[in-house]
């Protein structure tokens, strides 16, 4: 069965700061694809993005990057010197391939960058 | 301007009523999705579809139905609702890259 955790619910951050997301993941399918989504104030969900089981290269875009663990099972989202505009709810998702086409997501990480 | 509508962005039901969610994309995606958002719980998916005339049920389907009679639209409809169904509902499609782009949810209350 597929299952996403985000054991941290909320991080308190100040600004500057840099502070990482955690993202556990479990499926039995070798093949699947991994996704952040950042939800802000407002509502509305913002695809990050997409990484796929075979690509296990980090990610940097610009403060943000993201690491890949195959073997921990892992797909952590760093902010590097935080801004007060990152304050949102962080989604992690997980779809595999095993044809049911279904998205799980975890139940989100709250940061909050004070100024 | 290209994107994911639902209609209608807040509603407050009382129990026992029932409504229809509306999704309609206009970027011609084949897989749609409905999630319902509750603090704490993150989003759950209640059906997904995969094409025109299909329909599957997720991880929380009871007390929901849904229809995807054109492609372009998925209905989520609540026969009997329940208070237990005030929330966030969100609707999806998959965009040829893989992930889902949502639309900008529709909140609903029910007393």
């Known amino acids: 069965a597929q299952k996403v955790t985000q054991a941290q619910t909320e991080i308190s951050v100040v600004e500057k700061e840099d502070v990482t997301l955690d993202c556990v993941y479990e499926t039995r399918d070798t093949t699947y694809y991994l996704f952040w989504y950042k939800q802000p104030p407002s509502g509305e969900l913002v695809f990050l993005i997409r990484r796929n089981s075979f690509d296990e290269q980090n990610e940097i875009s610009g403060r943000y990057s993201w690491n890949f663990q195959k073997s921990t099972s892992s797909f952590n989202f760093t902010i590097t010197a935080s801004q007060v505009v990152d304050s949102a709810v962080y989604f992690c998702a997980l779809r595999d391939t095993s044809g049911t086409y279904k998205y799980i997501f975890g139940t989100g990480t709250r940061l909050k960058v004070l100024a | 301007n290209a994107g994911v509508t639902q209609t209608p962005k807040f509603r407050v039901l009382k129990t026992g009523q029932s409504m229809t969610l509306l999704c309609a994309q206009d970027?011609?995606?084949?897989?749609m999705y409905w999630y319902r958002q509750d603090p704490g719980m993150g989003l759950r998916l209640i059906h997904y579809s995969v094409g025109e005339g299909t329909t599957a049920k997720g991880e929380v389907p009871d007390g929901y139905n849904v229809s995807r009679l054109k492609k372009q639209n998925f209905l989520l409809g609540l026969e009997s609702a329940a208070p237990s169904q005030t929330s966030v509902y969100f609707c999806?499609?998959?965009?040829?890259?893989?992930?889902?782009?949502f639309g900008e949810g529709s909140r609903l209350t029910v007393l």
């Open positions: 970027m011609n995606h084949e897989y």
């Open positions: 999806a499609s998959r965009v040829n890259t893989g992930e889902l782009f």
